[in-house]
Structure formats: C-alpha cells, structure tokens
C-alpha cells in the first residue's frame, strides 16, 4: 500500500515535468535567425524613498518559427542553454503588436514632376562673358 502512494508523487513517478520560470514582456528585436529579445519590465519600490521604478531587462529567446514580430507581447520560458545568450524560449505570444509599416519607396514622385522637363543650368556671368571674348 505504501508503494502505490509513493508512486502517486510527483517526485516518484519520472515524470520530467518541472516548473519552469516564466516571464512576460515586448519583443524589442529581432536579432538573428530564430532569435528574439525580449524586454520585460517590473515594478520595483524603492528602499528609501518608497517609490515605485520601472526596472526593465533583455531577455535573449529561441522563435523555432520566426512567428514573432516587434512589438509582440509574448511569454518566455526557461530552458537549457541553447547559445551563448540565449536561455529562454518563446511559449506563447500573449498579444499580436501593431503590423510592421512597409519601407517607403524608393524615391517616390508626383505625377506632375514627371511631365515637367527640367530646367537648364544657368551659366554664371563670369563664364559667359570668358567664353565671348
């Protein structure tokens, strides 16, 4: 009898499911292939004078699908060291950010300029007057 309720424990049966830290936070970057930085920011009272701070740090985290976009709110969670930096995987994205704006074009110009030919460079004074004489 008493096997069977240790084995019913969590810490007996092998199952290799931990808790984990997580945290939540902005993607900031995206640097890399298949990696994100993540800013998570907390409140922090000071000591002394008793005011609330915004502290706030950079996570490095694994995207396997590239699914992430800047201003995404995700949720991390840590895992095993994957590179030098990166220690954090992405869990979830929590809520979508605003669409990236498309890169303006290059050099884009009025219908009107085009039809418009342009002007001659006006030739100094001094130029002119070298060249007739």
Not at 48 to 63: P, W
Request: aromatic share 4%; charged share 25%; glycine share 4%.
């Amino acid at each position: 009898m008493a096997d069977n309720a240790a084995a019913s424990t969590p810490a007996c049966r092998g199952d290799r499911a931990k808790h984990r830290n997580t945290k939540v936070g902005q993607v900031v970057s995206r640097s890399g292939n298949k990696t994100i930085v993540v800013e998570v920011t907390r409140r922090v009272q000071h000591p002394l004078y008793k005011r609330f701070l915004n502290k706030s740090k950079k996570f490095y985290a694994h995207d396997e699908q590239n699914q992430c976009q800047l201003g995404d709110r995700v949720r991390i969670v840590e895992t095993r060291p994957l590179s030098k930096l990166k220690r954090w995987r992405l869990e979830q994205i929590v809520h979508r950010g605003a669409s990236v704006i498309p890169a303006p074009e290059a050099q884009a110009v009025p219908p009107e300029a085009e039809a418009v030919p342009p002007e001659a460079p006006l030739a100094s004074p001094s130029l002119a007057q070298e060249s007739g004489s």
